[in-house]
């Protein structure tokens, strides 16, 4: 089993940046896959961000340019670094992790639903 933590959340003005970390423990060994995914008030949860077994990574379009995704394996922590924050992106954001080999470029078309382990989340409000 994997668990996941998020933290980092805060609530910060329009154009401040903020950095999520995601904390894993358990057996990540076979855990090839991770992602950082937001769910908005009664909007849809979706993937923000991706990094696969290989360390390639890749962003959603809404947040290409503004955030950006790394992993510490030694440090066995995700983040998110989120820079030039949008009232858009008030949400609260989730680490996800998938048992899969697949490269980043499809990892980033999979909807939540492929992913198995969550964190509890964690809210950023943009304001």
């Known amino acids: 089993d994997v668990q996941l933590v998020e933290s980092g959340g805060a609530s910060v003005q329009t154009g401040g940046s903020l950095r999520l970390s995601c904390a894993f423990s358990g057996n990540t060994r076979n855990t090839h896959c991770m992602a950082w995914f937001r769910q908005a008030p009664g909007k849809e949860r979706e993937g923000v961000a991706f990094v696969d077994g290989t360390g390639n990574t890749a962003v959603a379009d809404s947040v290409k340019g503004r955030f950006t995704i790394s992993k510490d394996d030694a440090k066995y922590t995700l983040y998110l670094q989120m820079n030039n924050l949008e009232p858009e992106d008030t949400a609260t954001y989730y680490c996800?992790?998938?048992?899969?080999?697949?490269?980043?470029?499809?990892?980033?078309?999979?909807?939540?639903?492929?992913?198995?382990?969550w964190g509890p989340g964690t809210q950023v409000t943009v304001s």
């Open positions: 996800a992790a998938a048992i899969s080999d697949l490269p980043v470029d499809v990892v980033a078309t999979l909807g939540h639903w492929s992913f198995s382990y």
